[in-house]
């Protein structure tokens, strides 16, 4: 553009979405609702064999498959429903140690390890606390009035 002014770029869609994503994965315990859905999920999986192999397996997959389900259910809560972070964090890491003697030995340890992690880290996340606005130091404060 000759003699004119070159116009600012517009933040890019890709640049907002990011920011987007990563207010809404801070504002909850993100990394442990993915390591209990992981673990939910692996433990729910290994007894979901060929129909033929599962038959002659009968009612003993079907704890595996229910407790696996309760941890992914826990992991999702967590994401959308934070505040329910304490309930959802006590009740993954139970399922997650009950797998371990109910389930394929917790899906050969990797969904008990990987369960009781995640919920621990479900527990354990805190909201951030807003920060409070300050008065600009310029202007003086008053001192409260006595009543009499």
Known sequence: MAGGTVPAPSPSPRRHWWAAWRR???GRPFWGGLAAVVAGAEICALPLAPLKIMLEQGIAG?????????????????????QYRSLAGVLTV?????????SNL?????????GVIGGGLIFAWQP???EEVSAP????????????
């Open 137 to 148: 130091e310029s202007e003086p404060r008053l001192p409260p009035k006595e009543l009499s």
């Open 106 to 114: 917790g899906g050969f340890l990797f969904g008990t390890v990987v």
């Open 24 to 26: 809404w994965r801070k």
């Open 94 to 102: 139970m399922v997650a140690t009950a797998a371990l003697v109910m």
């Open 128 to 130: 951030l606390a807003p």
């Open 62 to 82: 079907i704890p595996s498959v229910l407790m696996g389900l309760v941890m992914v259910v826990m992991g999702l809560s967590a994401w959308f429903a934070p």
